[in-house]
């Protein structure tokens, strides 16, 4: 009873796991409402993320930028502030590793210089925001609304003029081979590779940064409350600028890891709305790096299922978007209903 | 240069600008951020389009997006008064759902990410009385071709600038924004003004998103409000929070799309993709050079958890 108690109280792992179930149980209504079985639908989720070897490789790929974004999210919401500019940023940056990648050589080190470069792209895109916001005092959600569509328009009309590859498809000539990541052929999984890994790698560092380094603390005690943070000697004003760069950093990372991890590219359509997922992924994961990185795999089965759902039962993969939206809103309600519970059984006990 | 076309176009671009910004107004001067008018909107345009389709009538369009949107604005009040939760996430997450919701429903209903073609909102036609010396062709000049949202916008600023103003109900509605904790104490219903304040909000961008569809192209396509429920917010914002400028601001914004297009066809080879940069692009520099703050309400956007912590 104690136990429950105390879970009841603080248990940000059961909000996380009542918000999928209650978002999935709607999400079974609404699929039932419009003739379909919920339960084929779930299955069709299933056997297209993790069915067979080459499902679980590509969920585990379709999670790779879902992580950089979470992660990117995660970051930026420790410290009070909301990037929803992810997406912008993960243009810019897999456009810039595209064009570095291309254009310039340095053998196997291709591939860390396209990181960088998407890195600082990613960090500039998110100056402007986190600039009108501290100078200016409007939100930073409407600065970076505005830098999305305008990364967007750029990187698709770069794509589709100047830079475009081949008149038959909306890519930017090819990278250097060194601007790959190794895949795992020798196990026949072609599709996977170590691009994974490096998500994986950058999410440890993330952890270590918020949870052992100092900047890491005046992140989070500027975002818990910048008063204090101030009165304690926190820069507050430098934190939060270098800590939304980062976040921008985080995400440009996710398209240049799209870039030298699956498609060569820079590619018009390479990104279905990864930079927005990453909202979810990081509320979900209580933005916890090991939380962001348990979500991103469960929306990046999503993902990775969603065309086999498009195809075998002619759904929208628009409905992930729902299921999000519904998950948000569950996890909104579920801290105080379960503070609700928690007083009643206190009472009662 | 055809001016009266120019007009025209700048008119009916600002008319959902300033329709859901002034649903946000109402929203943020009671105290809660909104940044779920862009998800309002699209919602809002799926539902006039379904129920033209349905019906024939885009005015049971207009009725059925209003509903629509007052349903959004129902879930963001709930969220944001009843759960205490913060205000910009509770507004994304409802951008979100309107994003899926309108995908799933608009792929379920036409196989595909567009409506069919129906019936568009009917424009003014006054040219019957110009035949009126003097009087008539005025009337025929100002009102033929004009979107009749647009003169219901006009109304509506007029309104809520008086509303928010000069009558008791304005006066709780601005002291939930600034002050809940007094307003609370002075016998003030600071939830039930607040949800009042998100019903008109929601009817209002729910509004907007029925001009969106069918004042002009008279379709839905998939994310077809495309940033503009952002952009009246900034309206609100360079508006200061005060109806009649940020009606002002709307029609900058309105006009500015208009340039956009007309630039487009007088420069054939600029690219789309560049003109579509233009409105953001403009956002963004006037948000750099505005002081953006002044005149904000004062709690707006801060939680009641907050506000117990550093009343």
């Not at chain 1, 990364?151 to 590859?165: E, M, Q, T």
């Not at chain 2, 008064?81 to 759902?97: E, M, P, R, T």
Request: glycine share 12%; aromatic share 10%; hydrophobic share 55%.
């Amino acid at each position: 009873m104690k136990d429950i108690l105390r879970q009841l109280r603080s248990g940000p792992l059961i909000d996380s796991l009542i918000a999928v179930l209650l978002a999935a149980a709607v999400l079974s209504i609404v699929v039932a409402a419009i003739g379909h079985n919920p339960i084929t639908v779930l299955s069709l989720f299933i056997c297209g993320g993790v069915g067979d070897l080459e499902s679980i490789y590509g969920t585990l790929m379709s999670s790779m930028p879902l992580i950089f974004s979470g992660l990117s999210l995660a970051l930026a919401f420790r410290a009070g502030l909301f990037n929803i500019g992810g997406e912008g940023q993960l243009f810019v940056g897999g456009f810039a590793a595209a064009l570095a990648g291309h254009y310039l050589n340095l053998g196997s080190m291709t591939v860390v210089l396209m990181m960088a470069v998407a890195a600082a792209a990613g960090f500039a895109w998110a100056m402007v925001p986190i600039a009108i916001r501290l100078y200016r005092g409007a939100h930073e959600v409407i600065g970076c609304i505005m830098m999305n569509y305008i990364a967007i328009n750029l990187c698709l009309w770069l794509v589709r003029g100047p830079f475009r590859a081949e008149a038959s498809t909306e890519k930017t000539p090819p990278i250097q081979p060194g601007g790959w990541w190794p895949t795992l052929d020798t196990v026949g999984a072609t599709d996977f590779n170590a691009a994974f890994f490096i998500s994986l790698i950058i999410a440890v560092l993330v952890y270590w940064m918020l949870f052992r380094l100092p900047f890491g603390f005046e992140l989070r005690a500027a975002g818990a409350n910048p008063g204090a943070a101030a009165a304690s000697g926190i820069n507050v004003r430098s934190t939060l600028i270098l800590t939304f760069g980062l976040s921008g950093a985080l995400a440009g990372l996710g398209g240049a890891a799209e870039v030298s991890g699956v498609f060569g590219s820079f590619y018009s359509q390479f990104s279905p709305g990864y930079g927005f997922d990453g909202i979810t992924v990081a509320l979900l994961g209580r933005n916890h790096p090991v939380g962001v990185v348990a979500a991103a795999l469960l929306f990046g089965m999503m993902r990775n299922a969603s065309k086999l759902l498009q195809f075998e039962a002619e759904i929208s993969a628009d409905i992930i978007f729902l299921f999000q939206g519904i998950v948000i809103i569950a996890l909104l309600a579920a801290r105080p209903i379960r503070r609700a519970v928690a007083a009643r059984l206190a009472g009662r006990a | 240069m055809d001016w009266a076309g120019f007009i025209q176009i700048g008119l009916a671009s600002a008319t959902p600008l300033a329709l859901a910004a002034l649903g946000g107004l109402f929203s943020e001067r009671s105290g809660i951020v909104n940044i779920a008018l862009e998800g309002k909107m699209l919602f809002g345009a799926l539902c006039a389009v379904l129920a033209t389709y349905w019906t024939g009538d885009p005015w049971i369009g207009c009725g059925l997006a209003i509903l629509g949107g007052i349903a959004l604005a129902t879930a963001h009040f709930i969220n944001c008064q009843l759960f205490d939760a913060d205000h910009v996430v509770s507004g994304a997450a409802i951008n979100i759902l309107a994003l899926g919701l309108t995908g799933f429903i608009v792929f379920g209903v036409f196989t595909s990410k567009s409506s069919v073609q129906v019936a568009t909102l009917p424009l003014f036609d006054l040219s019957n009385v110009a035949g009126i010396p003097l009087l008539g062709p005025l009337l025929d000049f100002v009102f033929t071709g004009m979107a009749p949202l647009f003169l219901f916008v006009l109304f509506a600023a007029a309104a809520t600038s008086w509303l928010l103003r000069h009558t008791p109900f304005g006066l709780r509605v601005r002291a939930c924004g600034e002050d809940p904790a007094v307003a609370t104490a002075r016998g003030v219903n600071v939830a039930g003004t607040r949800f009042l304040c998100l019903l008109v909000s929601g009817a209002l961008a729910g509004l907007a998103g029925a001009q969106l569809a069918l004042g002009d192209v008279g379709f839905f396509t998939e994310r077809m409000s495309a940033g503009r429920g952002f952009i009246a917010l900034a309206a609100v914002i360079f508006g200061r929070w005060r109806p009649l400028p940020v009606l002002a601001a709307c029609l900058f914004f309105g006009f500015a799309e208009a340039s956009a297009v007309r630039l487009k066809l007088w420069w054939q080879v600029m690219p789309d993709e560049l003109a579509l940069i233009i409105p953001f692009a403009l956002t963004l520099a006037i948000l750099l050079v505005s002081r953006g703050a002044s005149g904000m309400p004062l709690s707006l956007g801060r939680k009641q958890e907050e506000i117990e912590l550093h009343p």
